[in-house]
């Protein structure tokens, strides 16, 4: 009886998926990603990016940073958040300031710091602690304000044009709340609105295997969801969700069921989607087709898809990034968290990746006139213990 309750719920599954893609499909843009262009010797940063701008984060055993999960910046701070659950704020030029909360079980301590955002308008650093499943508020002083509960179970949250908050729900606790979906609530916490409220998915909650893939970012007036399920791009406002971009891969796209299962997959046959970050006139795509490891580079003008591969390079990791002739150093592509806003995109590089590719990189070393006199001191004085060194890039 319960195999056929499965069945019966796969069926029912796959029909309405087949429904909800064809309305879908009215008006979103397909993107075919196994007809992308590959990316032209004469494609370079300077096709997309107006300047570049490195800070080096101050190093001391106070900040000492592993890993970052991810940045935000204001017109003062640079604020980074690290694998080790800790808080780190820089002022602009990369100087230390405080570490904001610490770990613990007191008042203003978190639990785990899953994830944080930024109000601008009040100058407050929210964080979210899944685990205490609370938001703490504090102010950019670093001192503690107030903690509101919440009661569901997102992984991520970030504050919208509206100073709304947008939470995550893809959930760890599948029976408990539907996998797939964002929570709107307004400063106070309170639930004023649910996007993608998928019910024909709970039916399925059962098998799915939730997936901490999806990104929800603030891109302008709206905030753009990337629901990996389905490899779609939406983009959200207070009280709609609208479907701008269906990624495909064609007849390598993995089947909703199979992609919704615990059934093992032959990821040698099929090509997804890992990560994207959109821009105002770009969507930046990171996926693996086949096993291989691919970025794509959506112009959004008139739609057409950059495969970003040179093969003419030696290193790997610049096989599949933008070759920097802006300034003559490191080649480029955003971290997964790394939208600073619309125009400006991040990657870190820690000191050891920046000597470690520079090494392997001979036309960098030889070729050192070709690279900005204050790149090539900053590169120069760091040392493989240091903190990482933040680039941002402008784009045009």
Known sequence: MKLLSLIFS????????????????????????????????????????????????????????????????????IFIQDQQESLFQFDADGGFVRKIGSKGKGPGEFLHLTDF????????VLIYDNFGRSVKEYSYDGKFEKETAIDFYPISFEMSASRNLFFNNVSPFPKKIIPYGVTVCNQQLQKVNKLLNKEWERAFADEMVPSSLCNLQRFGERMTFWEYNHDTIWHLSDKSAVAEYFLDFSKYRIPFELRSSKKDINYAQYGFIENIIETQRYVFIDACL????????????????????????????????????????????????GFVNDSILCKSFFPFELK???????SLLSEVDCIDNEVASLLKKTSVTDNPVLMFVKLK
């Open 10 to 77: 796969i069926s029912l599954l796959s029909a309405c998926t087949q429904t909800d893609e064809k309305k879908m499909n009215q008006h979103v843009k397909r993107i075919d990603l196994t007809e992308a262009k590959l990316l032209m010797d004469d494609f370079r940063l300077s096709e997309i990016a107006q300047s570049i701008r490195y800070v080096k984060l101050e190093s001391s055993e106070k900040c000492r940073i592993r890993s970052i999960n991810n940045v935000k910046t204001t017109l003062d701070f």
């Open 117 to 124: 955002t930024i109000d601008e308008a009040s100058k407050k």
């Open 356 to 362: 470690r590719n520079m090494e392997r990189n001979n």
């Open 290 to 337: 086949k096993r291989q490891k691919k970025r794509y580079l959506l112009c959004k003008e008139n739609n057409e898809v950059i495969d970003v591969f040179r093969d003419r390079s030696k290193v790997f990791f610049m096989n599949i990034e933008l070759e920097n002739d802006v300034d003559g150093a490191l080649s480029f592509w955003p971290d997964r968290r």
